[in-house]
């Protein structure tokens, strides 16, 4: 399965490196993370909320959980909350439920992404399917993407010794 279409031309026409890497069958961060031998805080997950009754992509690190109160606290929202696959589905016709790339600008969505994502060089992220992964610098994903940076997950806490 090649990867999405629309992403590699957006990649190939912005002139940006980037590697794509073909893996055995994978369904979560964690999972394809382990199999390609890199930290889970590496790779990009997409969720799909709906804030203030809009769908937003939003993306965090592969080894959290999104927090809602957390992201309705930094989105000044009156409510978020996660959207169902029956609401997302239609805005990605082309890819793998649960493989989607967090570029939401070519699925017509805003994205957010959690800060944490910054603090990498590279990020990882599905390539559309279940079986193939991207590696792509981060600084070519936010000029590509645009994204609002806003904190999604619940930092964690540093407990005293």
């Given at each position: 399965m090649p990867i999405l279409r629309r992403l590699k031309e957006l990649l190939d026409e912005a002139r940006v490196s980037y590697e794509v890497y073909n893996h055995p069958l994978a369904y979560t961060a964690q999972e394809i993370a382990a199999q390609q031998h890199f930290s889970g805080k590496e790779m990009a997950k997409v969720v799909v909320l709906e804030v203030d009754g809009r769908p937003v992509m939003g993306v965090i690190p592969g080894s959290q959980r999104i927090n809602l109160n957390t992201?309705?606290?930094?989105?000044g929202a009156k409510a978020?909350?996660?959207a169902t696959e029956a609401e997302f589905i239609s805005h990605f016709p082309e890819c793998e439920i649960g493989a989607m790339p967090p570029f939401g600008n070519l699925f017509g969505l805003p994205v957010v992404?959690?800060?944490a994502l910054e603090k990498d060089e590279h990020i990882y992220f599905n390539a559309g399917n279940h079986v193939q992964t991207v590696r792509l610098k981060y600084s070519d994903f936010a000029q590509l993407v645009k994204p609002e940076i806003a904190r999604l997950i619940?930092?964690?806490k540093r407990r005293a010794a």
């Open positions: 992201a309705k606290a930094s989105l978020v909350k996660l992404v959690d800060p619940e930092e964690r």
